[in-house]
Structure formats: structure tokens, C-alpha cells
């Protein structure tokens, strides 16, 4: 929440007021989110969070299974580690009909260091999937315009491009130590040889 690394800001800022409810914790119930847990039980609403039980987004509105009523999009918004946990650790997040975005799809925000290529910020999530449900590729375009603005302004500010984790192993720029925990080592031989998921 402090780091202002953060894309949700932005994508708050971009939709109407009361579009997008931001709700800060790590552990979410019934008692103390009401609210969410209302809308978690509600038919009409999508969790994007990618895995074996995740749909293809873009497959569910072409067959017109998502896309007849309108519908409350969760994203969960953190590190790749903070969100696996939430995810895993909230029974609420498990009611609602679970998609990912199956488009290949490169990050603009370049001035962050993603796990894998095909990993998204919250923003740049929200955004596809938000022109995918609206049938309106615009969508995406308008909500991106102020995070290519923010990098440029950066990169012209001294910032540098950061390439993903997976594009430094590839190409044998990665300059940091090995890591010599078993579990992590093998996470990152996955970003080499695994093109399907992002390492969550």
C-alpha cells in the first residue's frame, strides 16, 4: 500500500467514481467485509487471478457466457507472493467464477521489473480485461495512456528500462546471486522453461 510503485492509484483515478472500490488488507471475512462478501456471492462476479481452475476470459464473452449483464471485476493487487496468499488464504476469493487473460501481451510499465514477460500490473490487468468485457479495445488504450506517461516521464528522469526476470536469465544478464533455497531455485528455472502462467 505504501510503495509507490503501485498502478492502482491510476486505475482509480481513470474509472468513474465508484467503479473501482479499493479495499486494503491481507485477510478478508464475512464479518468484517460485508460488502465484499456480497459481491463475491454475487453470480455477476469475475475474480482475474490465473490457474488450473481459471477460464479464458476472451473465450467466456464470445460464447456470451460473461458478457449479456454487466459485472463486478476482483483483481487482487500486491507482490506476486502477496497475491498467491490472499488468494489461497480467503475462502471469500474462491466463490467467484475465476478467469486470466490468455493474450499475449508485453507490460508497458517498463520501469518496474515483472517476473516473466507475459506478467501485467494491476492497472494494465484491469484494463484488458475491463476492453474484453466491454467489447471496446479503446478501453484499453484510454486506461494505459497515463502509465506509458508516468514511464516516459521517468525514463526521461533518469530511470531505466527494466527487463523481466525471465529476459535477464534468458539472455545471461542476470546479476544478482543465485538464490540456494531449493523452492526458489526452481521457480526460477520455471520462468526459463514454463511460457504458459505467470510464477505465482
Do not use: F, W
Given at each position: 500500500e505504501?510503495?509507490?510503485?503501485?498502478?492502482?492509484p491510476l486505475l482509480a483515478a481513470c474509472l468513474p467514481q465508484g467503479k473501482c472500490n479499493v479495499i486494503v488488507g491481507r485477510r478478508f471475512n464475512e464479518d468484517k467485509h460485508p460488502e465484499l462478501a456480497a459481491v463475491c456471492r454475487?453470480?455477476?462476479?469475475?475474480?482475474?487471478?490465473?490457474?488450473?481452475?481459471?477460464?479464458?476470459l476472451e473465450e467466456l464473452v464470445e460464447r456470451q457466457e460473461v458478457a449479456t449483464v454487466k459485472h463486478n471485476v476482483i483483481i487482487i493487487d500486491g507482490t506476486w507472493s502477496q497475491a498467491k496468499n490472499m488468494f489461497l488464504k480467503n475462502s471469500?476469493?474462491?466463490l467467484p467464477k475465476q478467469v486470466q487473460l490468455n493474450?499475449?501481451?508485453?507490460?508497458q510499465y517498463v520501469i518496474?521489473?515483472?517476473?516473466?514477460?507475459?506478467?501485467?500490473?494491476?492497472?494494465?490487468?484491469?484494463?484488458?480485461?475491463?476492453?474484453i468485457l466491454e467489447k471496446n479495445d479503446e478501453i484499453q488504450e484510454i486506461l494505459l495512456r497515463p502509465l506509458k506517461a508516468l514511464c516516459s516521464f521517468q525514463l526521461e528522469h533518469g530511470a531505466q528500462i527494466h527487463h523481466s526476470k525471465e529476459h535477464l536469465l534468458r539472455n545471461g544478464m542476470y546479476d544478482k546471486?543465485?538464490?540456494?533455497?531449493?523452492?526458489?531455485?526452481?521457480?526460477?528455472?520455471k520462468l526459463m522453461t514454463d511460457h504458459s502462467i505467470c510464477p505465482r
Open positions: 505504501s510503495r509507490v510503485l503501485r498502478t492502482v454475487d453470480d455477476r462476479t469475475l475474480i482475474l487471478y490465473p490457474g488450473p481452475k481459471s477460464q479464458n471469500l476469493l474462491h493474450r499475449t501481451l508485453s507490460s518496474r521489473t515483472q517476473p516473466s514477460n507475459i506478467c501485467l500490473s494491476t492497472l494494465e490487468c484491469a484494463a484488458v480485461a475491463l476492453s546471486p543465485m538464490p540456494k533455497n531449493k523452492r526458489k531455485i526452481k521457480r526460477m528455472e
